[in-house]
């Protein structure tokens, strides 16, 4: 008769315990299995999210002189209308190793103009770059500027100058149309009047300048100060910066926010380890006549100590298959209720690696168990017949 064949058999007569034990690695399997998967999951969308948040990445002309803030960024050594970046050096950023990395690349130019007898600060911009990066950009009437003869106005600067959508406006001996009203920012955005890059450049008689440039890389790929120092190899002459407290903010919630599921995970661990080391003790000690039986008709005690292990082997494999199940269920049900527009990540590993930990934490738990039972002596284990 196989081990094998013994172990199925003690499995089947001993229902109660084997379904406890195969129910508790079972919990702590589908414990894990959930959390891992909720943690990519909701990493995952978080990192997407961190998109949202606009440039992570400023180009800006090397200058000693005093900085320019505007939008809330800190723009060091541009003063409008004297340091400038040439257009085509943009086009070099192309050529960096972690180019995949970048979500959106967003050259502007910043300068005055006198519109109504009013002087007003005009932004250039690549129209549908600018709003891919600045998501939080919203037109509350009309749409973004289409060609170099619309622009779309701030919600301060709209109010101030009275213009409203469809309305026509003179800039530099240039008609505009006003297609938007940008709903109110509480920033600097509200002061903008936001036209085409190419316009803006011949307004301001700049052509082919740009004031700074605005980056968003992937947070989920190279890491951005790496990307800021490959930029700042192609761009001699420009300070690349990286806006260190919002990137290093996000990051530390998100690395937070695994490192603490990663403790659960270890504790849900350590738990099933005693769980099943106490359920295998258990075992051994309620078996003590009939490991006496199986000592007498010839088993050694290595064969004694391979049944229990396999005992413990084929309830591990089965608590492991269902626990898989059973989490990757809890984590369908359970996202949306923490992370609305998230969606289940799928790692393809994560089956094998549960039915792996499944197998480990059981063998070793049992071990101890499985070696007293082959110690112990058959004359001893006899007696209580």
Known sequence: MRLRTVAVNNLRRRKARAAFLIAGL?????????????????????????????????????????GLSY???????????????????????????????????????????HVKGKRVLMLGVHPADEFKLKRWWSVDTGRQPANDHELVAGAK?????????????????RRFTVTG??????????????????????????????????VAALYADAPVGDIARQIAAVMPGTKVTTMQEAVKGRQHAVDQFRSFSYAIVGVV?????????????G??????????VFRAIGFRRVHITRLILIEAVIASVLAGVLG???????????LPLVAHSA???????????????????????????????????????????
Do not use: C
């Open 181 to 214: 009203i940008l709903r109110p920012t509480g920033a600097q955005d509200d002061d903008l009047l936001i036209a085409d890059l190419r316009a803006a450049q011949q307004l301001l008689h700049k052509p082919g300048q740009v004031s700074m440039v605005e």
């Open 343 to 385: 969606e289940v990540t799928w790692a393809p590993l994560l089956g094998p690696a549960s039915l792996a930990m499944a197998v480990v934490i059981g063998a070793l738990a049992s071990l101890y168990p499985a070696l007293r039972a082959g110690k112990l002596d058959p004359t001893e284990a006899l007696r209580a017949l």
């Open 26 to 66: 079972l919990i702590g399997v589908a414990t894990v299995v959930a959390l891992i998967s909720l943690t990519q999951s909701m990493t995952g969308q978080t990192k997407a999210n961190l998109q949202s948040f606009g440039a992570n990445i400023l180009i800006a002309p090397q200058s000693k002189d005093v």
């Open 269 to 281: 661990i350590a738990i099933e380890v005693l769980v099943v080391f106490i359920t295998m003790m």
């Open 157 to 173: 600067a709209a109010r101030t100058l009275g213009l409203t959508m469809g309305d026509y406006v003179r800039i530099g001996g």
């Open 324 to 334: 898989y199940l059973a989490g990757m269920g809890t984590t369908y049900a359970v």
């Open 71 to 113: 939008g809330g960024i800190s723009v060091g050594g541009v003063s409008v209308g004297t340091q400038s970046i040439r257009e085509s050096d943009v086009a070099r950023i192309d050529t960096i190793p972690a180019r995949a990395s970048l979500s959106v690349v967003a050259p502007e130019l910043v300068g005055p103009v």
């Open 283 to 292: 075992s051994v000690a309620e078996r003590t006549r009939e490991i006496g």
